[in-house]
């Protein structure tokens, strides 16, 4: 993981992130306020506990899924962590890797209020069996 220079409470996130595991998911507890907000292109939950079913659903349909840090910056109470998500369809598919960010909002505690994730979903339908076919050739047709 590349940082910006100082440690911040962002880049101790980071490290929960790279490090999570399916079994390991109450670590969430140390990252998320408690009524925290979570986004990303397909879903919008809030709480805790709603972030960790997030995860868990991530872990029980994906095989082998992590996160490779490539960096984070801070500035305020605004942190960006830029990563690389690794993972397969199923045990014995190839490996698929989407980048992605990640805009955090902290609270006073260095808890995360607010995670907003941006990545391509596009990038992860071009990997599922038929449909991967369908969105590639309509990503060649719209591009300029």
Known sequence: ????GAFSPLHRIARVFEQLRADQLDVLAQVYAPQATFQDPFNRVQGLAAITAQFAHMYAKLHAPRFVVKDVTMQGAVGWMVWDFHFALRKGAPLQ?????????????????DHRDYW???DFYATVPVLGGVVRRLKRAAAA
């Open 97 to 113: 890797v989407i980048e992605g960010a990640t805009r955090f909002k902290l609270d006073a505690l260095g808890l995360v209020v």
């Open 120 to 122: 391509d979903a596009c």
């Open 1 to 4: 993981m590349e940082t910006d």
